[in-house]
Structure formats: C-alpha cells, structure tokens
C-alpha cells in the first residue's frame, strides 16, 4: 500500500516563509513526476508547481520566483519552499505522485491527504 504524507503546512504571516515536505512510502518501484496542488475554498484545485524524476520544473505563474520545488529520490520525498507568502496563497496543498508498483505496471497517480497552509495580513 502506498502512503503519501505530507507536513509542513500552518499559519504565517504575509511575507513569511513555508516549507511543505512529501515522503511516498510503501512499495513502490519507481517515482515519475511529483508535484504539488492547492485547493482554495470555493476554488478548483490547481498545480502549483512540479518536478520530473530528471529534475526538470515547472511553476504556475502566480508562484514563479516565490516556490521552489525540489525533491530527493534517495528519500522518495518532494520539498515546496514558500517564500513571500501572499494571503492568496491561503489553501490545501496536496503533493501528488506518479508512480508504479511494479516495473509491468502502469504509473498511476497519488496523492496525499492535504496540508494546510494559511497566510494572515
């Protein structure tokens, strides 16, 4: 069984700083691309940001120069670094991750459970 649990998540002020951690555990062959998306209420969930098994990134407008995503595959574990922390930034934030169980399989997407982040004025 695959778990992904996130933590990090809490409350900060505008301007503040943030880091979301995701750990994928279980039985797993191999990790694709993993990501992160937030879900504001009243909103559609959006991607905020993802990373390939290669490395390579990809940011939402609204966060590019703020966010930084960046994972550990030793670790099965992808990191989100807020900083200039916006009151719009206020949401659940979900990691995501592509992966198979088995070298036969399909990748299959996960997810975790959500954290909470919320930015005050």
């Known amino acids: 069984q695959v778990q992904l649990v996130e933590s990090g998540g809490g409350l900060v002020q505008a301007g503040g700083s943030l880091r979301l951690s995701c750990a994928a555990s279980?039985?797993?062959?191999?990790?694709?691309?993993m990501g992160w998306y937030r879900q504001a209420p009243g909103k559609q969930r959006e991607l905020v940001a993802s990373?390939?098994?290669?490395?390579?990134?990809n940011y939402a407008n609204s966060v590019k120069g703020r966010f930084t995503i960046a994972r550990d595959n030793a670790k099965n574990t992808v990191y989100l670094q807020m900083s200039s922390l916006k009151p719009e930034d206020t949401a659940v934030y979900y990691c995501?991750?592509?992966?198979?169980?088995?070298?036969?399989?399909?990748?299959?997407?996960?997810w975790g459970q959500g954290t909470q982040v919320t930015v005050s004025t």
């Open positions: 990373i390939t098994g290669s490395g390579s990134t």
């Open positions: 995501s991750a592509d992966l198979r169980l088995t070298y036969n399989t399909a990748a299959y997407t996960y």
């Open positions: 279980g039985s797993i062959f191999s990790i694709h691309t």
